[in-house]
């Protein structure tokens, strides 16, 4: 089963506001990353934040983790219409060498 | 980081036909991966494929309907066998470590 479960499902927001995404895990684990997949295409690796950092910014983009809570989020700071898109996070499983994604938080930005 | 191309982008195939995918990787790489996303749906790993050994497949995928070749470093191919529209998806390959992994566009199937 899907080891990452995220929420909101879907969001939409206007353009130039924050948009803030969740996921949590159920397992002990090295990483987590975050994915953008535009309209059913390949996904492009956003971020990774290792299991001993708490917090990591890249641009417009800032995540967090919790690991007592075995949860993410992903904030995207004034959005922009190019933002719309599904975000994934991912995990890696302590031990084995392969991701497991979560449901996915499909964004719209309204312009 | 890996560029990666797919072929075919997509296709539209009949019930009980057999498809086969095909990744190209720009480097050498050591694992490769071979994932389905259903529609609306997340990404489901089917299986890991190392060059020169068998791949090791995931729960609920077998070698007789996704049988999968690794000729080489740099090349890999899914078949998607015996097709029903359950298997209607967007298939996706995709390198890299659990660092980071880097993904093909994607293959975009139908079965009618």
């Known amino acids: 089963s899907q080891q990452g479960e995220e929420d909101p499902q879907a969001l939409s927001i206007q353009e130039g506001e924050n948009a803030t995404m969740n996921c949590s895990y159920k397992?002990?684990?090295?990483?987590l990353q975050w994915y953008r997949q535009n309209s059913g295409r390949g996904l492009v690796h956003l971020i990774l934040?290792?299991?001993?950092?708490r917090e990591k910014h890249s641009g417009r983009l800032r995540v967090t983790l919790d690991t007592s809570k075995k949860s993410s989020s992903l904030l995207i700071t004034a959005s922009r219409a190019a933002d719309t898109a599904s975000y994934f996070c991912?995990?890696?499983?302590?031990?084995?060498?392969?991701?497991?994604f979560g449901q996915g938080t499909r964004l719209t930005i309204n312009p | 980081s890996a560029v990666i191309s797919q072929k075919p982008s997509r296709d539209i195939c009949q019930r009980g036909t057999s498809l086969t995918i095909q990744c190209q990787v720009d480097?050498?790489?050591?694992?490769m991966f071979w994932y389905r996303q259903q529609p609306g749906q997340s990404l489901t790993l089917i299986a890991t494929?190392?060059?020169?050994?068998?791949?090791?497949?995931e729960s609920g995928f077998v070698i007789d309907k996704f049988p999968i070749s690794r000729p080489n470093l740099t090349f890999s191919t899914l078949t998607v066998s015996n097709m029903s529209p359950e298997d209607s998806s967007i298939y996706l390959c995709?390198?890299?470590?659990?660092?980071?992994?880097?993904f093909g566009p994607g293959t975009r199937l139908t079965v009618l």
């Open positions: 995709s390198v890299g470590s659990t660092d980071t992994q880097y």
């Open positions: 480097s050498q790489v050591t694992m």
């Open positions: 397992t002990s684990i090295n990483n």
């Open positions: 991912a995990t890696d499983k302590e031990g084995a060498q392969k991701l497991v």
């Open positions: 494929a190392n060059q020169g050994s068998e791949a090791t497949y």
């Open positions: 934040i290792r299991s001993n950092e």
